[in-house]
């Protein structure tokens, strides 16, 4: 069985910088796209970024320049480096994950959360 985890979160002040890491652990056979995601409360869930297998990246417009997404396949692990953090940056970041295991079989996992909160 696959799990996701994510750390990192914390309390910072505006202008500083958080790293995010997704943990995948359980049958993997490979790690396919990988996207960061965040909620606010009362809003949706929007994407921040993404990583595919071949490290193409993508990024939502808000967070251009001061997000980026990055990945360890050694680690199964994939890293969200924040910086320049603002307030409206605050909310629970969420990891979504495409995994195969060593059946072939393939499906989408999240994680249960981390949550981020900037403020002075």
């Known amino acids: 069985q696959v799990q996701i985890v994510e750390s990192g979160g914390g309390l910072v002040q505006p202008g500083g910088s958080l790293r995010l890491s997704c943990a995948a652990s359980g049958s993997i056979f490979s790690i396919y796209e990988t996207g960061w995601y965040r909620q606010a409360p009362g809003k949706q869930r929007e994407l921040v970024a993404g990583?595919?297998?071949?490290?193409?990246?993508v990024y939502a417009d808000s967070v251009k320049g001061r997000f980026t997404i990055s990945r360890d396949n050694a680690k199964n692990t994939v890293y969200l480096q924040m910086n320049s953090l603002k307030p409206e940056d605050t909310a629970v970041y969420y990891c979504?994950?495409?995994?195969?295991?060593?059946?072939?079989?393939?499906?989408?996992?999240w994680g249960q959360g981390t949550q981020v909160t900037v403020s002075s």
């Open positions: 979504n994950a495409h995994i195969g295991d060593y059946s072939g079989y393939r499906s989408w996992y």
């Open positions: 990583i595919t297998s071949g490290d193409s990246t």
